[in-house]
T-cell receptor, first 116, second 113 residues
Framework: EAGVVQSPRYKIIEKKQPVAFWCNPI?????LYWYLQNLGQGPELLIR????????DSQLPKDRFSAERLKGVDSTLKIQPAELGDSAVYLC??????????????FGPGTRLTVT | DQQVKQNSPSLSVQEGRISILNCDYT??????FLWYKKYPAEGPTFLIS?????DKNEDGRFTVFLNKSAKHLSLHIVPSQPGDSAVYFC????????????FGPGTRLSVLP
């Protein structure tokens, strides 16, 4: 079974430029998460989707960040314009909400963003 | 204001010995807890979970203990192996409140051969 796929793995951009990250969750997983992870810290939730609906985006800085999950499968996270402080690893995760550990989230490898 | 704390940024243990990683939380509404392990350049991988209806859950070499009154949980790894060297995150959430979990800052475990 393929895991959560993210691309690109690494991205270097200049400040004020736009950037987009893509995530393909595990097949059949209805719940998709985007997290931000700064160095030395744990993942912080940005947005959670149940199918195509964003059920929690309270931590998403909506002035510059946007996300979509059309058709309830793949998702894209965008930053426009990027700021120096956005340099971090952006993690995507998915879960099925079923099974022995219903809250188990499967994470992708992340996209490391560097804003110069 | 961190709701989930892992006060030891790092821990070194000799191979074969027990590793104990600690986690404290402040929100008394949290009733479901997860431990994740992360290798460099990879995403976190799920290790073990525990619901507040239990005080212990065991899976092979990994055991999680929960002390609700102290708002404290710990992960025990016995025996520790060099391949266990990684960053360990605990995460806490509310079981019936969707699936949002708050992660701690992580503890870097080094198992020395």
């Amino acid at each position: 079974e393929a895991g959560v796929v993210q691309s690109p793995r690494y991205k270097i951009i200049e400040k004020k430029q736009p950037v987009a990250f893509w995530c393909n969750p595990i097949s059949g997983h209805n719940t998709l998460y985007w997290y931000l992870q700064n160095l030395g810290q744990g993942p912080e939730l940005l947005i959670r989707y149940e199918n195509e609906e964003a059920v929690d985006d309270s931590q998403l800085p909506k002035d510059r960040f946007s996300a979509e999950r059309l058709k309830g499968v793949d998702s894209t996270l965008k930053i426009q314009p990027a700021e120096l402080g956005d340099s971090a690893v952006y993690l995507c995760a998915s879960s099925s909400g079923a099974g022995g550990s219903p809250h188990e989230q499967y994470f992708g490898p992340g996209t490391r963003l560097t804003v110069t | 204001d961190q709701q989930v704390k892992q006060n030891s940024p790092s821990l070194s243990v000799q191979e074969g010995r027990i590793s104990i990683l600690n986690c404290d939380y402040t929100n008394s509404m949290f009733d479901y807890f997860l431990w994740y392990k992360k290798y460099p350049a990879e995403g976190p991988t799920f290790l073990i979970s525990i619901s507040s209806i239990k005080d212990k859950n065991e899976d092979g070499r990994f055991t999680v203990f929960l002390n609700k009154s102290a708002k404290h949980l710990s992960l025990h790894i016995v025996p520790s192996q060099p391949g266990d060297s990684a960053v360990y995150f605990c995460a806490a959430g509310i079981d019936n409140y969707g699936q949002n979990f708050v992660f701690g800052p992580g503890t870097r475990l080094s198992v020395l051969p």
